[in-house]
């Protein structure tokens, strides 16, 4: 897992650990070393444009945003969608779980 340098990963190592992973710290103004961050960044930016004020983003808009992303087809994941990628692996339907989450 790579890290920014900010200061709310502070606690990387207890990440580090509860996660079973290997951390790392990207150097400053070096995004290349980020890049599925990045990636992740510039599509979002297709549902909340830099112009647009976080605070008027309704938490509707955020899971509509990571529904349409998380259905989107993937080159890395032999062009699965990461719910069918992530139900592969752990045979949970994470688009069922969500909507139950929503209902209630």
């Not at 990207?26 to 549902?47: C, D, M, V």
């Amino acid at each position: 897992m790579t890290f920014n340098n900010g200061k709310e990963f502070t606690l990387h190592e207890e990440i580090a650990t509860d996660l079973d992973c290997s951390t790392y710290f990207a150097k400053p103004y070096r995004s290349w070393e980020r890049g599925q961050n990045e990636n992740a960044n510039g599509l979002l930016r297709q549902y909340f444009p830099k112009a647009i004020e976080l605070v008027d983003i309704t938490m509707k808009q955020v899971l509509d945003a990571v529904d349409k992303l998380n259905n989107r087809p993937r080159k890395c994941l032999n062009f699965k969608t990461p719910y069918e990628a992530f139900e592969n692996l752990t045979g949970v339907n994470v688009q069922k779980k969500m909507g139950y989450a929503l209902i209630t």
